[in-house]
């Protein structure tokens, strides 16, 4: 997963813009935090400093006040580069007949080894392993044959196959892309002279810019010094309603405090946990979220069951970066060093967490016995989302041979991490969750339903898109 | 503030030594994480790494793995060494005459000037303006005229005033000191062979050693291969009940899950706010806490109300470490990305922001503007310790006129931060949270009782100790 | 101006391979001393590692053992890459249809922004601004409709104008390239089953190598586990002694003990001076090199004249390596810091410095008056190279305006630079000075005879070479 | 052996104070190349900066533009610092009772052990393993008893026993100090309102200064706003001819162009050469200098031969810096790249190589047979110093068993390294060479009168200096 951001003074001034980049991408590296990238344009010069690393040691001041630009674009990434240096770090810049190309994307694209082949065959030569290097080289070849870029690119999305969020930086554009089914979110914004295009609102918020519109399933928006546009694909979503936006942005990804297509992420967690009392009671003293992803819908589970809702287990916000592991028994202390157990909170109680969804399980089955090992009488098991039953390589990536729920039952899953009871909340009630969304939902990795295929296997023929 | 901590293993060996105390620092980051160092004594020899940053940064598996010994401390610390390199972080590492020494401590001494002084007219020469050095210098005076280490160190806590914990590592002793008032917090633990010091006992938990007990005020515990000895400075607290821990630690400096004088931190601020609902109850739909400091005294005062206790701001976790703020405007961006706001989850309603003490003022105001702006109807402010009315240079570390609530009433401080009301905690309130607690607490920052002493001023008549 | 270097082991194993490599342009590192890189084939994966600095800073033990490999490409180059990190450096590593190919070449490509142009045409996208992007852009189109990588390279050869040589790696062989004038110089050597390509034969000294032979102007040896073959260019020097070799090699760019088309380059620097001394007589007290490119001259000089050759003037070996200037005074003393004055060896001495060439004369001249303000009595230049007065892009890489020699008279310079005398070696008797050469030299520098064109000109009619 | 070097401007002005600083030191990188540092004196306040690695590597224009003083100490040093950072690393910095004390010294104590130990049991306590840390205690305690700093370092120097330059840096003064004998070099230079002391002239010619003097044996020179002072210690030598000046210092430690005690290092070694071709003629075709320190007394030999003076091994100037070895063909390859070999040059020639000195032989040996492997038909070696054959931990620093001079016959020695013949200037005649020197000189390496003595011996009773 990865967190991209663009920005746009349509007054054709460098102040503030490359800083906006900058604080929009730090604010989106709950989205990935193994590398970081700003591309800008100076007048023509395409400008860009990346680097493995957090935001904030990616860059510093002097790295920014170097980097002017009227328009920019950023990325962050999880996941790191390797041996070979920045050049699989995004942004990717290229130059091509039409000019300086810079490109960031939050991608998985299910055809890139069959794309990346024809290209070759074309004698086209590749210096990374990156999806970007795919996707520029093909608008790079489009755009020869068409009258604009954004026709360009919606050539390029008739090739590739896939789900993605993009923003292009040519010469005098920002152009921002969602995918035909809308699986990642990308949204438009506003400050003054200023627009913005955005993984997540979130971002927004960090630079004060208001809220303008989710891109629709399937289209580019194109921002000029003189106007706004808006071209759309044939063949994805017709109208936004059809569009699947990504469950699990709501489950896990997305930070509590974006809306994505018209719905609150905490809410919806909220009203899920609200939903998930309902569904799976139980009766307990204490009421805990797995932190920290899991608190949204422990609040909202411990409202619907009229239970205490509290602390019990807290984060080292410490942890997260790396830290050292390497004996067997080391490993073990590194579990307890992750997470502060509140011993006398929950001494002696029946408890209650509330985690967001139980992927491989692992953790939830150190958590367990944690929280016995401190005092606690019972520990029941609640989750925000159905068993994950379908290893999705859109942004859950995981095999499927890692999860339990493919093949395990739930008293199966409930005895492997030691619970005193689990329970699910079903797909419907987690789909009402989401009250206000104004698209459909991919819920691939609980119901299999895969639209825009999987990289191994033939495209589920229901789902089937046509890609003229 | 720093995090001090200690291992030795009495049957000798070195497997796991160094990454117990890495492990150990890294669970006391919250007390510093500007700087981190470890010491061993490596058959005799010291080895020592430390420089600026986070543990994680500061150590590799290869730096962890040149650090062999049987002993080891090691210390992490708020405030950068400035130009001069490492000279300034601690551990400190020197050689005398009767050895090595390294020290490692949590310490503000009063009359550090004067000490400097009267060693500079000895001929003495000082290579840093740390206190460890000062520690050292007489330490190694007084070293040779008695018969061992511990009495060295009991002359030096008649010569030092002030307050602080330490740990020395010798050529074959580990030794840990708490000053004659206790207000440092320092724990003694054990697992297996390996004796633990630490700051807290979160540090042994992170270790999985047990708890064995807290130093007493005063005391000198000394940890050879043969056996553990204490002894205890005449002059300080006769008794551990009447010791003077900084209440500070518990509204404040410790992590929650730390027990510090046989009271568990977490359940002495859920009292605080329990009593706060009593003292100072308000109309409101929901309590939040500050985060993350305030969370768990606005749970408690949330549950005295019998109010729904819930999120509404969070913490940016990658904003602690710095990231760049340049012109105005940016500055207060960077407000806005500190926090995030779960909008839909306050609009419309009457709030109650619950904090754990208010020093400054400033973070508060810029909080409840915040809130306004995001649709909160009303904004009440509740404190779980009482107004902060005098400068304290043990811990909280504000000069007097740094403090509205020195001159302020809580009125014109409810009107400074633009809260609808403002109440805080009595401090009558705030000691009978503690109640387990086995050791008397200092105040001073709430009612000017400085019992070490200030540093410009002569000591309070009242609270003189006699150092011999 | 690059060094580069290539080893291949026929028998398939990794040892030494990339030693090899490094070794080899650790000796090239007078070529290029602003960054370095290493490609390795390792069993079908191409690694790499390349970073602005020194060949002793870019690599250290632990990235030499990760690089391992049966075959390696190694270059070292002038230039620093710029703001974008590492991708302009060399060795450059892409995929094509053929598989892995890696490049490095010590070039200029006289129609590079044409080729460019007109690959972008065709769909391609450039990532960087280097030719090595251009020649394996036109490569690998130029691969699919050919049989073999060898004959795909004589196409790019067609469509490439200017001098080059280059080493391509691929999945299973090592290939050379020398351009059609042979321009640059490149030579095989072997030693046992390791066969090694290299910019100049003090690198196979270096790896205890045999030289075999220089590869002929136009031609492309390729070595593969089961033979060495070799194919040439029509259309370029149809015999060895046709070709074109850059006689700037051996006045300034090559190592002394460097030998280039069978013609040492010591003895042809110290046979010039021998010459010179015929040409240009003087009556002087010492001969001494402009350190440290003159003094092979200088030897030959003082030994034709019968008089005394010394040291006057050292280089200070750590400069050369950036140190900072930054005031106009400052900036003077650097030039004192440069070189270390013997003043009593020629205070009160007429003394006859020799220097390689006299291209901006800048240096020249604060050498005369740093021998005047330390004693010398007279000063008389000597210069092993005719005057330089055509601007050229292959090697000498200096615009017309800032050679005097384009406008001035011999006595002109003399005056400018402040000497008593100044003697420059004809051309005829330069050449004459390369008794065993046995290929043509290219003088353009000299005598504006530029047989691969020149970027902004066309072509010299003269000199045009057929690219079919 | 390190490089000193100090600035002070008498009109209390910042500018091009440092940057003196560090064009000095630069200039004095030969004498040690591992780890440099500068401190300045800001208005009181002490500045300093300092790491491993070469002058350049370590300070940048940032920080040099950060160091902003009216007066400044360099050290440049051999001999990395470990583990412990840069505490090690000169100047180093104090704060005492009569204020901030800076250090910067060239020296060997040979009673360091003792006073360490002395110190010690008074209380002292060390952060390093410095000589200059022992100097700084010593010096502090006698000025608490002295009038000034002059007569602190006057009693200082009566407690030490060694060879040393030492300067040292106070809130107002600037003092040079050269040990008892004179065995290291310290020169006062002078340029408009800047005092310069310095290791070696060829600094001083580096700021563009003049020479004002050498310091004499056992002078202390204190350069303060208002006059410049000199004291001079009783138990040295008496007048400067009395004095011991190092006999390395002329054969191989300073640069050529420097000139110590009157007498230019150059001459001295270039005469060392003429007595050499009497002494020790024979007959070849060609002398060279083993490169670069035999070049002068090669130069010499040849002219006093009247035989050619050429090149015939070129030292590689990238090696010198570390670079990589690791299996035993790499290491031998190794060797070949520190040198050049001019094949033509030397091939079937009898060749003479003249070296400075030999110490342990190994090099000699390896260089005599690349040239025997690249064709010379005969290899003798000529020595400008006599038989090494005494241990001296002043400055050659090598134990007497690594020494063959102190057991093998000259002819022993011959066949050990593989020469045609060998032979030695003698000791008589390499003091002759010193034709101008005003000072006496120490040849305890070859004759074995340690006038400072030895660590682990007693003095020699013969040269036994009173320390009252």
Excluded: W
């Excluded at 691939?444 to 990289?455: E, L, W």
């Amino acid at each position: 997963m990865s967190g991209i951001f663009g920005c746009f003074d349509v007054d054709g001034n460098c102040d503030n813009v490359v800083r906006s980049a900058y604080y929009g991408i730090f604010s989106l590296q709950h989205r990935g935090q193994e590398s970081a990238g700003i591309a800008v344009n100076n007048g023509g010069a395409f400008l860009c400093h990346k680097n493995d690393g957090l935001v904030a040691d990616v860059f510093d001041d002097m790295t920014l006040s170097a980097l002017q630009g009227t328009s920019a674009i950023a990325h962050c990434r999880g996941g790191s580069s390797g041996i070979s240096g920045s050049d699989a770090i995004q942004p990717s810049v290229i130059k091509s007949r039409v000019g300086n190309i810079a490109l960031t994307s939050d991608s998985v694209i299910m055809n890139d080894d069959a794309l990346r082949e024809e290209l070759k065959g074309l004698g086209a030569i590749f210096q990374t392993n990156t999806d970007s290097e795919i996707i520029l080289s093909l608008f790079s070849r489009n755009r020869i044959k068409t009258e604009d870029c954004e026709h360009a690119i919606l050539e390029t999305m008739k090739q590739i196959r896939g789900v993605y969020s993009m923003i292009f930086m040519t010469d005098n554009k920002l152009i921002g892309v969602r995918d035909p089914f809308g699986l990642r979110p990308l949204v438009l914004g506003r400050k003054g002279s200023f627009y913005f295009l955005s993984s997540e609102t979130c971002a927004l918020d960090a630079v004060d810019a208001e809220f303008v519109r989710d891109l629709e399933p399937g289209e580019v928006v194109s921002i000029s010094r003189d106007k706004v546009t808006s071209v759309k694909l044939n063949g994805g979503a017709e109208n936004k309603a059809d569009g699947k936006v990504c469950l699990f942005e709501y489950v896990y990804v997305a930070r509590p405090d974006s809306v994505i297509d018209r719905m609150s992420v905490f809410d919806s967690r909220y009203r899920a946990g609200l939903a998930l009392a309902k569904e799976q009671p139980c009766d307990v003293d204490l009421v805990i979220g797995a932190p920290d992803s899991g608190n949204a819908a422990a609040e909202g589970f411990a409202q619907g069951l009229g239970v205490h809702y509290g602390a019990g287990l807290l984060k080292n916000r410490y942890v997260g970066r790396t830290f050292i592991k390497s004996t067997q028994t080391q490993r073990e202390l590194a579990v307890k060093m992750k997470f502060a157990v509140l011993r006398t909170a929950i001494a002696g109680k029946r408890i209650a967490i509330v985690d967001d969804s139980l992927v491989r399980g692992t953790t939830t089955g150190h958590i367990i016995s944690f929280l016995r090992a401190n005092g606690a009488a019972e520990v029941h098991v609640r989750l925000a989302s159905p068993p994950v039953r379908f290893g999705c390589c859109y942004g859950v990536n995981a095999a499927e041979e890692e999860l339990p729920a493919a093949t395990k039952s739930v008293d199966e899953i409930r005895d492997m991490i030691g619970a005193d009871s689990l329970g699910y909340i079903s797909l419907e009630a987690l789909k009402e969750s989401l009250s206000t969304i104004d698209c459909g939902v991919c819920s691939a990795c609980f119901d299999g339903c895969f639209i825009a295929g999987r990289p191994d296997k033939s495209i589920d023929s229901v789902h089937k898109v046509t890609y003229s």
